[in-house]
């Protein structure tokens, strides 16, 4: 995949914060998927500037943790999300529902080996669309698991 025009990367940015605030104005119910998958929302600190960043992201659940693809569409960059959490794995997540959004404190790790096959089994059976991604770049996609550091009850796939 060829390299994202500055333009594409704005506009990218500009969809992504008109998502992270229509997110938080409906307390999660828009956009409650993207091509099928469920969205939260993922609030790091960024590793140059030491601001906060926000980033809607697909996920799925792995018992109480959830489960992200750093995948950035497909496109050969590591999205910065994901630099930004190497750097410092603990983060914030919002996610919605019934009762509008939770802020949940997490800390990040990747997953390796087994637990990464198992996950990317059942994350690209589930939401297809990270095959597309996968077929367009020979990068390699971390699945990062982010756990729960506050209490959060348990959900299954």
């Given at each position: 995949?060829?390299?994202r025009?500055?333009?594409?990367?704005?506009?990218?940015?500009?969809?992504?914060?008109?998502?992270?605030?229509?997110?938080?104005?409906?307390?999660?119910?828009?956009?409650?998927?993207?091509?099928?998958?469920?969205?939260?929302?993922?609030?790091?600190?960024?590793?140059?500037?030491?601001?906060?960043?926000?980033?809607?992201?697909?996920?799925?659940?792995?018992?109480?943790?959830?489960?992200?693809?750093?995948?950035?569409?497909?496109?050969?960059a590591?999205?910065?999300?994901?630099?930004?959490?190497?750097?410092?794995?603990?983060?914030?997540?919002?996610?919605?529902?019934?009762?509008?959004?939770?802020?949940?404190?997490?800390?990040?790790?990747?997953?390796?080996?087994e637990?990464?096959?198992?996950?990317?089994q059942?994350?690209?059976?589930?939401?297809?669309?990270?095959?597309?991604?996968?077929?367009?770049?020979?990068?390699?996609?971390?699945?990062?698991?982010?756990?729960?550091?506050?209490?959060?009850?348990?959900s299954s796939?």
């Amino acid at each position: 995949m060829a390299k994202r025009s500055r333009f594409l990367v704005a506009l990218i940015r500009y969809v992504c914060d008109r998502q992270v605030s229509t997110y938080r104005k409906s307390g999660g119910r828009r956009p409650a998927t993207v091509r099928g998958i469920p969205v939260l929302l993922l609030t790091t600190r960024g590793r140059k500037s030491g601001l906060p960043r926000t980033r809607p992201l697909g996920y799925g659940r792995d018992g109480r943790r959830f489960v992200v693809i750093a995948s950035n569409g497909g496109d050969d960059a590591t999205p910065a999300w994901w630099l930004n959490l190497r750097d410092d794995p603990v983060a914030e997540i919002e996610v919605g529902g019934a009762d509008g959004l939770s802020a949940v404190k997490v800390r990040a790790s990747q997953a390796a080996g087994e637990e990464h096959e198992r996950l990317w089994q059942v994350m690209s059976s589930r939401y297809p669309a990270y095959l597309s991604y996968v077929a367009k770049t020979r990068r390699p996609f971390p699945i990062v698991v982010l756990e729960p550091i506050d209490g959060l009850p348990a959900s299954s796939w």
